[in-house]
């Protein structure tokens, strides 16, 4: 099985006028895909993309790369950061679009999925899914303002009928869209029920561009089987790769991981997170990463206990060496019901 999933994963996938070398890609995840986290994983490698956290189109014209927290990237992985943006008005969408390729990234990605209130108030995200002519209409403006590869990232929308994600993925490739991220769940559902992987197959089947496959997976099991039953040409992984940053390098077999990998990353990604940000937010996003990474352990609420606790990157620091000094027992597959 090792060696088939291997075959499948390193095998050059064509999007838009482009080529990437692994059908995994890093999936859009606020607070927890940002630089830092993004620099870690460039440690490991095994991915074809990696998707940024979300940006207000609004704000991109104003953000300073220097200073944003967003909008942000290093020279070396430009060549596989797709941006994504979120917004309501196509001609605000357009011009971040070409803001994103002016500065020479490898694409664009259109949020269609996100249902947090804040952001479907503002008739953005999912709630986009509720008015496909608006949608459409946003990735037509984005298509005409970019040569550069353009995603479109949704759900199922907001009632389970597979005909709807079906509708709209042909409605988003016949408007310009290269490629989608479908991720089977219905919007009012964080994660509490399990993706309609099957669906993923009637979207797949339903247009001309790439597909990725996205929504629990886990492990090297899970990623076989959705590549198998849905024909999805590659696979968007959010939560696993926070957990597990070197799990693309092991899956397309860039690295086999030795006991001591959990304790080298969490020390590596404070690091990171201090060189990117100030104290403050290298704090905060750090108590983020550990929610997802705490889920390795045994006693996973110990671990994210003494990082939650911590008042500065120092008394992280302290915290880590506490926990790793106890040698801590790490779980085969992670405890994923600990942060949904
Ligand atoms: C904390 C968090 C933040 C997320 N932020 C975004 C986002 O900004 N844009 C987006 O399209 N999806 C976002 N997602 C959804 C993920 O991209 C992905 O669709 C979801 O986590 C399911 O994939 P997984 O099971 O591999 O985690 C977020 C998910 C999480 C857990």
Not at 139 to 157: C, D, M, Q, S, Y
Not at 292 to 308: D, L, M
Request: hydrophobic share 45%; with cysteine.
């Amino acid at each position: 099985m090792k060696s088939d999933l291997l075959a499948r994963l390193n095998r050059p996938l064509t999007i838009g006028r482009t080529t990437i070398d692994s059908r995994l890609v890093l999936a859009p995840m606020t607070l927890l895909g940002h630089i830092a986290f993004r620099e870690l994983l460039a440690g490991f490698g095994g991915f074809g993309l990696l998707f940024g956290e979300m940006c207000s189109a609004k704000r991109i014209p104003k953000e300073i790369r220097a200073g944003s927290a967003y909008f942000s990237w290093r020279e070396a992985e430009r060549q596989h950061l797709v941006m994504q943006i979120f917004g309501a008005d196509p001609t605000a969408m357009a011009t971040a679009a070409r803001i994103i390729q002016e500065k020479g990234l490898y694409g664009v990605d259109l949020n269609f999925g996100c249902s947090v209130a804040t952001i479907c108030k503002q008739c953005c995200g999912a709630a986009l899914l509720k008015t496909p002519d608006q949608a459409v209409r946003i990735v037509e403006a984005v298509r005409r303002a970019i040569t550069i590869p353009l995603f479109v990232k949704f759900r199922t929308g907001w009632t389970d009928d597979p005909a709807i994600p079906v509708d709209l993925a042909r409605r988003f490739a016949s408007a310009g869209a290269d490629a989608l991220t479908f991720h089977p769940r219905v919007a009012p559902d964080r994660r509490s029920r399990p993706p309609r992987w099957d669906y993923i197959k009637r979207v797949k089947d339903a247009v001309p561009i790439p597909v990725f496959g996205n929504g629990d997976v886990f492990d090297e099991t899970d990623c076989q089987r959705m590549l198998e039953t849905t024909g999805c040409d590659g696979v968007a992984i959010g939560r696993m790769a926070i957990a597990r940053p070197w799990l693309m390098a092991q899956m397309t077999g860039l690295l086999s991981p030795d006991a001591g990998i959990y304790r080298r990353t969490a020390f590596v990604m404070l690091d990171l997170m201090a060189r990117h940000f100030d104290d403050r937010r290298a704090l905060r996003r750090y108590k983020k990463f550990s929610l997802y990474y705490s889920a390795n352990f045994k006693f996973a609420h110990s671990f994210y206990r003494r990082i939650g606790n911590a008042l500065d990157l120092e008394a992280v620091k302290d915290a880590l060496e506490a926990f790793f000094n106890g040698n801590p027992e790490t779980m085969r597959r992670p405890n994923m019901n600990f942060f949904l």
